[in-house]
């Protein structure tokens, strides 16, 4: 896992978890999404990660990206 940049450029394909609305803090939202790779050698293509946004209690936003897919975070 690792954090996303702030510029990222994703599509979101599935909402998992969405508790943005309530003011929750821990993992507030989840999602798949693709990410498009230029590569050269192997040419473009879309990558599948799990996008998580995680609100601590001190407040602050931490928005990470995982290839870990099938994972899902349950309450």
Known sequence: MS???????????????DKTKKKAKGVVK???I?????????????????????IPDEGKTYIYATNNVHYQHHN
């Open 3 to 17: 954090r996303m940049k702030d510029n990222a450029k994703f599509h979101v394909t599935k909402v998992l978890v």
């Open 30 to 32: 989840e999602q798949h």
């Open 34 to 54: 693709t990410v498009e790779i230029k590569d050269k050698v192997k040419g473009d293509r879309r990558l599948k990660l799990r996008r998580i946004i995680f």
